[in-house]
């Protein structure tokens, strides 16, 4: 973000009139700069929160300087406010003030992006055991035949004909499951599931590629997940795994699940071999319809955004060191979400058809 860019945005906070997505590239911008404090340099961290608080309650109305339309707008984003200015004070003052543009080496946003991508959407594949392929896409709503049911945002099954089914939810997808036992399943972009159309005997088994978020009925039969490592054994609760590339992740929301050996209680989370305790916001953000990032990096960042919008995502020229801290909605399209990470001014993009390109 060049100088130009920032007193932008800062003005149309300060109007009032930033967009939900304005706001958040502000908080991404000043989130970019965090580094630990150096209290022999400069002090106190609590006496200089104090005394920029002073100065923001004075100072700052007087000025005109960061003033928002109304005092509680004001007041709920104070945090960040204050944390962005100590870290002004800290040493970033240059890269804000400085009349030097920083970005003058580079292609404007609007010569590099070249084209825009939607966000993902509701669709997916079915694959009967009978070799039968519904593309779901384009499927209506209504019955489907085989005992399969398509809902807008969803599939039921209900006494179907066959014995398995596998759904897959490519690149730019997401889907929600219900299965015949009353279980419901939500698929995040390029994952899959394999489910019996009706379960019988003393287990239900289903296996899952990517990630899946899970809300088991309760029964007394234990349903079991298998995930090509661990198996996640449950009775009745709601639980995320993940398993894209080398991750094995199952992480408990409510009730309990028993991982090999491990059983976990809520809040925790088993990484194959530790139990821990997550950020919750973060594990669930897919489901919740954000992007959250903390202390991520590009590479991590990238393959996310790479499933969302179903895109080819190539490096170019230095390795990117720095880690990223955003919250973006994932119903933004990708130029929005690119925009915003271009606010922290350690990374920028190009757009050319599906490809996007990271440079420094």
């Known amino acids: 973000m060049n100088k130009e860019e920032f007193i932008l945005l800062i003005t149309r906070y300060r109007e009032g009139n930033a967009s939900e997505l304005e706001e958040q590239q502000l908080i991404n911008y000043f989130s970019s700069f965090q580094q630990p404090w150096d209290e022999e340099t400069f002090g106190s961290k609590a006496a200089a929160v104090s005394r920029i608080k002073d100065q923001l309650l004075t100072k700052i109305p007087k000025d005109g300087l960061l ?100 759904l897959e939810t490519p690149f730019g997808h997401t889907m929600r499951a219900v299965l015949s036992d009353g279980t419901i399943v939500w698929l995040n972009a390029g994952s899959s599931i394999r489910f019996p159309t009706s379960f019988s005997g003393n287990k239900r088994q289903v296996r899952i590629t990517g990630e899946a978020y899970f809300e088991v009925a309760k029964q007394s039969i234990p349903f079991i997940v298998e995930t090509g490592k661990e198996n996640v054994e449950v009775l009745g609760t709601h639980f995320n795994v993940n398993t894209y590339e080398a991750l094995h992740l199952t992480t408990l929301l409510e009730g309990s699940v028993k991982v090999g050996r491990t059983i976990l209680q809520p809040g925790e989370q088993w990484d194959g071999k530790l139990v821990k305790q997550p950020d919750l916001n973060e594990v669930m953000a897919w489901k919740e319809g954000l992007f959250r990032f903390k202390d991520a990096t590009i590479e991590v960042l990238m393959k996310d955004i790479a499933r969302w919008y179903a895109v080819e995502v190539v490096f170019e020229g230095a390795k990117i060191k720095q880690q990223f801290i955003a919250t973006i909605p994932r119903t933004a399209t990708i130029v929005e979400v690119l925009r915003a990470l271009e606010t922290t001014g350690g990374v920028h993009f190009s757009i050319v058809g599906k490809k996007v390109t990271v440079l420094p």
Do not use: C, M
């Open 67 to 166: 003033k928002p339309a109304h005092k509680v707008y004001f007041i709920r984003r104070f945090r960040w406010v204050a944390a962005a200015i100590l870290l002004l004070i800290a040493g970033a003052t240059w890269l804000l003030l400085s009349t030097k543009d920083y970005e003058s080496h580079f292609l404007s946003q609007n010569e590099r992006f070249k084209n825009d991508i939607a966000p993902a959407r509701t669709g997916a594949l079915l694959t009967l055991s009978d070799g039968t392929v519904i593309n779901l896409d384009t499927a209506g709503n209504g019955e489907l035949g085989n005992g399969f049911y398509k809902t807008t945002d969803a599939i039921r099954i209900d006494q179907a004909n066959v014995d398995y089914a596998t």
